[in-house]
């Protein structure tokens, strides 16, 4: 069986479109001694790669097949074996904008796990904003379920705060895009279903949230989610301040010495 | 046609009946590059080429071998470069449809430059592959026997169409010369779209599953009696093979396919 | 210490004076100072600066939310929370949310020297979207003094704990996280005009500064006074105020240009209302351009008088925000611990300079401090390498007269930076890098011969580091071939290339690149001295022992040959005298190096070990004890020669003690054949040269006994060896004992030969010491 070195290939791309915020894919690699390309799927062994031309492959990037990287990236070292050289696990790829690293609270993006170094390209797309790296198959889940755990954590700290009902249930999308470990997964999902109308919940259950975890059952689903919401809602723990009535206060009372006010420390450290 | 001369029909009898057994049941798979296109525009079906989905080489062949614009599918394989979501037609959905079929890729046969290598006499110009690829067609309503005569005349076992290289080679050396499984794939043609409801398996990477969700969400509830939408009809067919998105959905289906062939 | 980012108001009694374009003419020239700029749009009910930006495309269209919804966020929350129960600052909106990029190719004619631009980033108010009924829930007007505090606390807690992503090149490795987000560096807030709760709300806690625009007219004048009183910016006194508290900038906007009594009247006039104005009133003139069409003057009318004064007021902005740290260079001297590393300390002193980079020209002067005199080998951190990653690149960027050197410096920097890591893609990244530097270069017509030369050379280099012999060949083939290269960088890039030709097995266009040095007459001496060396080593590889010898000698002869070249020409000559059989000679080339002031340390501990061998060799262990030890006490001697040294010393000792043991056979053997008990003596001393068969008096002694006991062909097998080892002195003793033997018993076979054999030997050495 033959073997891959991974000094022959460099990541140019990844399968598909960042059609949201973030997620993974597999690489898109191109052997350097020919130009020709091909997905990395190793789980069907190397024999079984297909290589395409310099000329398919830019047709399959016009297309959105493939999307590119500004720069190509090298095969991870975690994914090499130090000996022979040989790629011997499956590098995936992982890409994310600023707008979903903003909401879970992850700037500046990670530039290493464990001991991968990450090195993150812009995507070829326009003014995506998008950035991907490749790394293992682990570390880009990990990747991406400490962005969900995030996400979650900001969802969590807006639900008693009465936002906007839209705005929470982006941030809900945006860590079931970012979620793969099957405990975060459901959690997410959970708090998706929270902040769905009513009428909307059972569809998403079965359309989604059964597909995924058959197990679930619909009456004990509703029982976590009230729970959830019971939950949520005593977090944190904030007092409602009475509101002066201004009817008594004129506009040049109110701003008197304005200027000199200290400000207030309104949020916690 | 070409690819079954000189075959030793002895060694072939023996292998035929499975093989056979998996022609008749494989399903079509098409591959493309998602599903919400499919659901949100009308017709909801697997396009013909006239609707643009595929590539300048397929229209390209089309032209060339005197083909309708049609609808593509493979015999059982699925390859990601396509798109990102993989659909499987249960053995049978041709019967609706007019067309015909290829033992090979007619885009990558035509290209230009040709992805596929071949030996054609006197020579391997344009004209040669052209009548080459008029002659290996199939009509639709016979391309599994052919298919079931072709698994068990280059494969020692029905699995390997799915793992590895043929074991024999053709005159045209087209499954020596090539590493590209699309060599030896069945292509099969509908010159009329196939409706998307009519799956009977599908698989999609990470991203439109998350597409899907989104749009599930800006659809609002359908009142009971009303009719159903077409995402409602979508969702009321069989669901997306488990893992619910995964990167490698191609390999998933493909695994689905040989479950139901049982090889 | 300053707290990012700084909110700046920006203030006016009256529409119409300027206030939206000077804030956003701030910001663009904020952001060609290399500043990551926030700008505000609040003034709710007529928000020009938002109307500006989108009409003129300067953003491509609005966020999720703006002001209006952000203010509304503020308000609601600001009901529920308290100093005491405070707000998870998880549940801070993000910034993504509200704010809106200012698309990069609006910035780029900006003028900027040597950094790159900032960011600039809007929350502009969003007339489009439900403007009227979002504008009436937030109902700032309506806001008594306790909710306005409490609003400006959270939107200044909010805009102070934000952060962005700072774009960190990817061969720059792991980062610590501090160092790749950061605060914005200013938010600058376009205010209400008139006595508004808007202008209370942005005057208040919100702001840190203020920056207050003021027309002429009375109207002007009395309310700007009037409302800046009652708000506390200044205090009342008789018939003037006098400014306390928020630190303010007073400008007077618009101008009419030229000289005029009236204005000169009029600007006194707001002086007095005002108060004692520190440092002074800066002015925007009014310009026609204005009137007509608003403009972003810093960046499409750089010339324009009104541009300069929008600069001015930038500079004062600046100085009043940014304290530039004072520039030691010292700090690179006297900062460094033990290791020659930078402390802590250090680091942050660079890293200020270089934020303050933009605003002083600090940069130059940390390049030539920092970065062109350091030991390049020595660093080792990669805060380090990253800190003179970005003087370079700020020296680099500019088309000034060090900015060749700058890049080329850049490149090394680069290039060892690369040697550090065993990470593969940052290795592979930091060499691309360092060859992009030297490119620029290579490709620049400003670039003269000789600089063009020298980064080829170095580009050659550094793709040898990368494992690229094929380019790297190229590169010294392209200066060899380039008519006007200098004769140091061609001499240089053919002994390079000759090396390479050796490396790949090619030892006949190696012998003919250092030739062509050798025979180059405007060669450097360094260069030739260099060729020669490596060509002699060639020579006495193909077995040319002549013309390797002679090729040391010419270097040895060089007046100006390198003491490094020379003293590797001495050892590789002594070696070649010593495989001739010519010891004497070696040791005094290996001594010449040991004694010679400014060879390099690693040849002199080479000349001590060539030597000690040779000592060793002949038959002193002793002397070759003394000359490893040597090395091995030499502080900065290379480890391999310390632990080659130790190894042979090891040898030498033992052969010190067999030595001894030989000795005392041997004398033990000479007594015995004194007493005439020729076979014992033979006996012992047999097994003395056994132990030790360079001990030259054993030798002596056992053929002289072999000889008195008519073992004559013994005798004078041992004779050859004695003889072969012996010096005149030696020699003469051999003769004095052969005549006694003879005067003892009588006449003995071999003695005639073994005469013939002694004078023979005298005559050669007799010889070789007057060729000498």
Known sequence: MNSLKASDIEIVGFNGAPLVECGRS????????????CVLDLSRGVDTLVWHSQEEATSFAEARQWTELVRSVSIPNACVESSTGSVITQPMMVFENETLLDVANRVPRPDHHDLEYLIWQPLKVGDSGCFATCASGPAVEAILDDWAQGLLKRFDAMFGQNPDRADLKRIADFALCAARSRELRRKAYLRYAATQEPDRMKRTFDRFIHTEFPKENWDCFLNELKTLRDILKVLPITTTVTQVDPSGCSTR????????????NLVAK | MPLLSDIDEKALAARLPASNAVADNVPLVHVDRTVIDLIEHPPHEIPTSAMGSNSDNTRRAEGLLGLPQSAYFYAGRAHPKFGSTAFAFAAGCEDAHTGSASPFDTGGLLSNPPHLKLRLNPTDGEAERVAFGKASMLPLDQWRATFGRFLAAFFDADVDYWQKKPSRFDPERLFELNNDWRAWTFEIRFSEGHSIHDRAAWCADETVMSQLRRLDDQQPVTIPGDPLSVLDQFFAGPPALEPSGTPQFCERLEQWVREQIAV | MTEWPQIFAFYSFKGGVGRSMAVLNQAYGLVAKGRNVLVLDMDLEAPGLSGFMSRQKEIAEFARHDMVDLLLWAKQTAQRVSEEAPLDPNSLPPLSDYTVRVLPEKLESLPHKSWDLGRLDVIPIDETRDYYNRLSEVAVAGMDRDTLLRVGSLLRSWLKSRRIPLEIPDYYGPVPDEDRSAPYDYVLIDSRTGITEVGGLCIGPLSDQLVVLCGLNDQNIEGTRQFLTEVGVLKPSSDTAVPLGKPTLFVASPLPIGEMTTKSERIERLVKALGPIKPK????????????????????????????????LLEQLLQRTETTPDFDPTIF??????????????????????????ISESASMLFFAFVSNSDLKTVTDDIDFQLMDRICRAVASSESSVQFGALDRWSDVLSQWGLRTTDRALKARRFEEAI??????????????????????????????????????????AVIEMPDAPAKQKAKALVNRAFMFGQQGNPKREISDYTAVIEMPDAPAEQKAKALVNRAFMFGQQGNPEREISDYTAVIEMPDAPAEQKATALIKRGETFRQQGNPERAIRHFTSVINMLDAPTEQKATALIRRGETFRQQGNPKRAIRDFTSVINIVDAPTEHKDNADSIRKDAYEQVGIQAEANSLNDRGWGRYVDGRIKEAIADLRQAVELDPMNVKALGNLAISLLVDHQTNDALAAYDAAIELADTDRLADFEKDLQRAIAKHGALPGADEVRTRIEARAATLKTTVAAQ
């Open chain 1, 26 to 37: 597999l690489p898109i690699a191109k052997r350097k001694s020919d130009g020709q390309h």
């Open chain 1, 253 to 264: 009372q109110s701003l008197r010495d304005i200027a000199n006010d200290k400000p207030l």
């Open chain 3, 436 to 477: 992009n530097q030297l490119d620029r270069i290579i490709d620049s017509p400003r670039a003269s011969p000789k600089t063009r030369a020298e980064a080829l050379v170095n580009r050659a280099v550094t793709f040898g580091q990368q494992g690229n012999p094929e380019r790297e060949i190229s590169d010294y083939t």
């Open chain 3, 281 to 312: 009133l800066y002015k925007l003139s009014y310009h026609p351009q204005m009137a007509l069409v608003e403009t972003i003057f810093v960046r499409d009318h750089q010339d324009e008088h009104l541009a300069q004064e929008y600069r001015s």
């Open chain 3, 333 to 358: 001297f006297s900062s460094t611990n033990s290791e020659k590393t930078l402390t802590d300390q250090a680091r942050k002193s660079v890293r200020a300079l270089l934020h303050s980079a933009s």
